[in-house]
């Protein structure tokens, strides 16, 4: 089974960037899609950014124009730029992929926090 794992949080102040990378322990082609998710202290899980096979890309109303999700094949690896951060972005990040109708294992996250 390929495992992802995430990385690149931090703390940033707001309007700020990061980047975090979900790099996968084998081939991402496998997936027919990975999705970003974040889960912010007392709230629910949610979806903010998706990629497909194809390259077709998708995000929560929240991130859209701010967050681009991409992907390099090459380097089993799938990113999210984040831009203009805000404060309610704080929350752990996590990815995840997607074969057929199988949901891959949540990994361990990565925390993201805006604050000046």
């Known amino acids: 089974q390929v495992q992802l794992v995430e990385s690149g949080g931090g703390l940033v102040q707001p309007g700020g960037s990061l980047r975090l990378s979900c790099a996968a322990s084998g081939s991402i082609s496998r997936f027919n899609a990975i999705y970003w998710s974040r889960q912010a202290p007392g709230k629910q899980r949610e979806v903010v950014a998706t990629v497909t096979s194809g390259g077709a890309t998708n995000y929560a109303d929240s991130v859209k124009g701010r967050f681009t999700i991409s992907r390099d094949d090459a380097k089993n690896t799938v990113y999210l730029q984040m831009n203009s951060l805000k404060s309610e972005d704080t929350a752990v990040y996590y990815c995840?992929?997607?074969?057929?109708?199988?949901?891959?294992?949540w990994g361990q996250g990565t925390q993201v926090t805006v604050s000046s």
């Open positions: 995840r992929g997607r074969s057929g109708i199988v949901l891959g294992s």
